[in-house]
């Protein structure tokens, strides 16, 4: 395959920035390229300068005057949910049981989780999003279903087969031994192949028993390299309801650590209404609190509380995710939007330069992938996103008013979606501009 160049200006973040003015956290260039090869940035910045150094054969693209930043990542969304984003329930349990445990039993049929893989795929890349962490549903046919796709479109993806075992329809229920079985066929047959990565994934205390805890930490301690993801303090009912089945727990995140599932790998959705001890030992061992800003929002599930997390003496990982489909966009633009106004209605701060970081490099810092993903340096993974901030009347008429990058990127955030998204490229090929653009 041969190399391309693409031209544009270049935004790649270095360290969190520490305020709207830190341009140490960042590089830009005006006049950029990066040039792509076997799937990797081969080299990036000053136009000329890469020029020079680049094959006399490479494909060039031209997309100046947008901005190429990396791909955005989405570290937690759920695949079998695409058909349920927007169902009218009051709060957590009540949707998870009218629509989400309903719906999650289809995806025993391989079929109709091979049809809905494709399409997740294709609306993750119409928005930029070029690596995310999902939950699969409970059927061993959905993670195989998943992957299948996401290895045949050579993403960087992170799945699981769902564990859950209690609680929910007989048909949505695996046991603690068929729970693990499963999950070690689905590593054995997918994670390392080609750029796929499997997390072990016990959807939430409430429907696993203490049997199927037990075996998530045996996987765990079987594949230490391997992500764990799960749900945790999302919402009160759903806390008491935890507490109530785990009576010995001092506290719900006490639940998951009693059974050894806290850890650096470990990814925790939600995080909303944790109590100091609990982020005292998600601290502690390096656990990553995903905020889930349109999903909190649409289920009223409450405000996550991210600068004190980010500041405390203990601070805690945080990561941003859009959890389709109890989030209600799979645009990381519409969500760091969503998350300013969670953090506007506490009085914190989420500033543009710090939004856009927690969508590329501190989300692939928060999956501790950011050796391979989440910056144009030479030698990360090519997968990049090209963002047109006049995508649209409104963007375009704003945009004229607009002098500086920070102000561009607000822009961005806050008028922002898939219509900004020029292109989105995949281990160095062009990835949105190929899709077919018909409804499946
Ligand atoms: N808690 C357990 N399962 C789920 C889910 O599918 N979505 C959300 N938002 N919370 C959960
Ligand atoms: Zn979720």
Redesign the pocket.
């Known amino acids: 395959m041969s190399a391309r160049l693409i031209r544009g200006r270049l935004l790649s973040f270095k360290q969190a920035p520490q305020g709207l003015d830190d341009s140490s956290s960042y590089s830009y260039e005006e006049d950029g390229a990066v040039l792509m090869r076997d799937g990797m940035i081969a080299a990036s910045g000053d136009y000329a300068a890469v020029k020079t150094n680049a094959p006399e054969d490479c494909i060039e693209s031209d997309h100046r005057p947008h901005l190429i930043m990396p791909g955005f990542i989405d570290t937690h969304i759920?695949f079998p949910?695409m058909q349920i984003v927007g169902s009218y329930a009051s709060a957590?349990l009540e949707w998870?049981t009218t629509y989400?445990f309903v719906e999650e039993q289809r995806f025993s049929d391989a079929d109709h989780a091979a049809r809905i893989a494709s399409a997740f795929f294709d609306e993750l890349l119409r928005h930029g999003t070029t690596t995310a962490a999902a939950y699969c549903s409970v059927h061993k046919q959905s993670a195989d279903a998943f992957f299948t796709e996401s290895h045949r479109r050579n993403l960087r993806m992170i799945a699981g087969k769902v564990m859950m075992d209690r609680n929910a329809p007989p048909g949505l229920l695996d046991t603690p031994q068929s729970g693990y079985d499963d999950t070690k066929a689905v590593i054995e047959e997918w994670h390392g192949k080609g750029r796929q990565m499997v997390a072990i994934t016990p959807?939430?205390a409430i429907t696993s028993t203490p049997g199927q805890l037990e075996m998530a930490a045996t996987l765990m301690r079987e594949h230490p390299d391997l992500h764990m993801q799960t749900?945790l303090s999302?919402n009160h009912a759903e806390i008491a309801f935890a507490k109530e089945l785990f009576p010995w727990s001092q506290d719900y995140t006490h639940v998951y650590e009693h059974y050894g599932l806290l850890g650096p790998k470990s990814l925790f959705?939600h995080c909303i209404h944790l109590e100091e001890r609990e982020a005292d030992i998600m601290s502690e061992t390096g656990s990553v609190a995903v905020f889930c800003p349109t999903?909190n929002l649409f289920?009223g599930s409450g405000l996550f509380d991210l600068k004190t997390l980010d500041e405390r003496d203990k601070p805690v990982r945080i990561a941003v995710a859009t959890?389709i489909g109890?989030g209600t966009n799979y645009s990381m633009l519409r969500t760091i939007d969503e998350g300013y106004k969670v953090l506007q209605l506490q009085g914190q701060r989420m500033n543009p330069l710090e939004s856009f970081y927690r969508i590329t490099l501190g989300n692939a810092q928060a999956l501790s992938l950011d050796d391979r993903i989440g910056s144009l340096e030479p030698g990360r993974e090519a997968d990049l996103v090209v963002l047109n901030a006049r995508a649209t009347p409104a963007m375009a008429l704003k945009m004229d008013v607009v002098s500086k990058l920070t102000e561009e990127l607000f822009l961005l955030q806050t008028l922002g979606d898939d219509r900004a998204i020029a292109e989105t490229y995949v281990a160095g090929e062009p990835a949105k501009s190929v899709l077919a653009n018909h409804p499946v």
């Open positions: 759920h949910q957590l998870l989400t959807r939430f749900h999302e959705g999903s289920l959890d109890g």
